[in-house]
């Protein structure tokens, strides 16, 4: 299934069009996707024996650029971040890759919808392409093995990162620095994991003004999606819809030589293999 929050309605994107979740469930189903990313079994269950009718039809490539579509998530309990995640990433930033996962978190107010547009506080905002997993189940100190059980699926996001703050003072302010309005953009859907078979293996790429930037594959991920689970909870309690952005590849505008930062104008636009893409515009702020 593929549901996205569609002027603050949970709803079905099929490819015969769109379903409103809860007007063709008779209110059976919460119209926030906050609350039917834990409620998937019951949502699959019911969709396979009522074929509920398309209440709009658009097909999916049609809804990308719409501008009515929110954040997967509107309000996450949690919002975890995973730094230097791939191994070409931490190259290119002369670091060493971590022999755990690097965790931080970006705060909610960040969230953007795929469409959204973003301020431009500074001269060093930059982009950070990211595969997003959608938690769909409450879990503490889970293994690897069962990790996927607790995911509900996953989505387009960018890091956007503001690196002036994110690297002002005597120690760093990742999470300040990183969650200006609209600068965790996340959609275009959230796509369930029965729909993706290897989640550590998906073409990612960024795009800024056509240019591409970042084109690599989640298998250089240093911590899988099972593993950054994993890890997380074993500190965690982990609920449904909460958020884990699982890092981003080579091609950041800090790595290129020279840097390169985004300006007012710029457009990104950011694909994930299977998963759909997102296309974010800087704005005066």
């Avoid at 890759?97 to 500074?122: D, R, Y």
């Avoid at 729909?195 to 795009?207: G, K, N, V, W």
Wanted: charged residues 20%; proline residues 6%; glycine residues 10%.
């Amino acid at each position: 299934m593929r549901i996205a929050n569609l002027d603050n309605r949970a709803t079905l994107v099929t490819d015969n069009g769109l379903i409103d979740v809860e007007r063709a469930s008779a209110g059976r189903f919460s119209t926030s996707t906050d609350v039917v990313v834990g409620q998937l079994d019951e949502l699959r269950s019911w969709l396979a024996e009522a074929g509920p009718d398309v209440t709009e039809p658009t097909t999916p490539d049609e809804l990308l650029g719409d501008a009515r579509l929110g954040p997967v998530v509107s309000r996450p309990s949690q919002v975890f971040a995973i730094g230097l995640n791939y191994r070409t990433h931490a190259l290119e930033m002369n670091l060493t890759v971590p022999a755990k996962p690097m965790v931080f978190t970006k705060f909610a107010s960040s969230l953007g919808g795929a469409n959204s547009c973003f301020p431009i506080p500074s001269s060093r905002v930059d982009w950070e392409s990211e595969l997003v997993v959608v938690i769909g189940r409450r879990g503490r100190h889970v293994s690897p093995d069962d990790a996927f059980a607790y995911v509900a699926g996953y989505c387009v996001g960018n890091d956007l990162s503001c690196r002036d703050l994110q690297m002002q003072g005597p120690s760093a302010q990742f999470s300040l620095g990183k969650s200006y309005e609209n600068f965790s953009p996340i959609g275009p859907w959230l796509t369930t994991i029965d729909e993706i078979a290897t989640p550590d293996s998906l073409e990612i790429t960024c795009e800024v003004n056509g240019v591409l930037y970042q084109d690599s594959n989640t298998s250089d991920m240093n911590f899988g999606v099972g593993e950054l689970v994993s890890y997380i909870s074993s500190v965690c309690e982990l609920r449904p819809g909460d958020i884990i952005f699982t890092g981003s590849p080579h091609g950041v505008g800090q790595g290129q030589r020279p840097p390169i930062f985004l300006r007012v104008g710029d457009a990104v636009l950011t694909s994930i293999e299977g998963l759909g893409c997102i296309r974010n515009v800087g704005v005066a702020g």
